[in-house]
């Protein structure tokens, strides 16, 4: 099982750096959003705080989510070309657990999003967000964890649909939306009741509030804790690897 796992996890790894258009579609586009949107909308928002934030620092613990999103959509969608090419329907005949299929290909993709999160994170001297030395351990549990929900969802609709454009499609309807809803373009704070309580239930709000709290203090909203926060990513992640490991028992690939 082991050995499954890692042999999922390193053609992962191995597939996406040799394709750099990836890459550059994982890291370049959330960072682009981010000095565009943070530059435009700098000079009107005020946050619900008593320091004076910027958007470009607001808008930063977003962007890392933006990241992690970006690659996790990019790295499960292999799920469909190994299917298309008959590499999954051999590896589902091999004599290993099911589940490993699971963990070996959300590993991989977690592993993805927080090497790209990371490069991002050299960026955070210009947002006036650089977390201190002692929370590095806890930021990076926070985007690991994080990282393995969104990458477990990826995969478990990925699994389930038999296009790389249904694929695409559904994503941007169900993660964009989850994602503009989650405290990364606006707070919670201002937004409509019914806004806030669909932010209530998005696990991407607690995601990017314990992102938010970890690397800088008064970046705007009252959002919940980073205890709960974590909590909250656990189960998320939790839940999916539990649908992941079904849907490769109940779903029969063509």
Known sequence: MLSAIYTLWLRDIVRFYRQRSRIIGALGTPVVFWILLGSGLRSSFRADTNAQVDYLEYFYPGTLVL????????????????????????????????????????????????????????????????????????????????????????FVLAWWLDSTQGFH???????????????????????????????FVNPMT????????????GTGGTGPSLATSLLVLTAFGTAMLIAGAISVRTKKLN
């Open 67 to 154: 990241i992690i999103l970006f690659t996790a959509i990019f790295s499960t969608i292999s799920v469909i070309e190994d299917r298309q090419t008959g590499f999954l329907q051999g590896v589902l005949v091999a004599p290993i657990p099911r589940i490993s299929i699971v963990i070996g290909k959300t590993l991989g993709g977690t592993t993805l999003a927080c090497g790209q999160a990371g490069l991002f994170l050299l960026l955070a001297p210009f947002a006036n967000a650089s977390p201190a030395w002692n929370t590095l351990p806890t930021l990076v549990l926070v985007l690991s964890v994080f990282a393995f929900g969104l990458t477990g969802l990826g």
């Open 206 to 217: 607690y995601g990017v509030s314990a992102v938010r709290s970890l690397l800088a203090e």
């Open 169 to 199: 499609a559904v994503m941007n309807l169900l993660l964009v939306p989850m994602w503009l809803l989650s405290g990364a373009v606006f707070p919670a704070d201002g937004a409509s009741g019914w806004i806030q309580n669909i932010m």
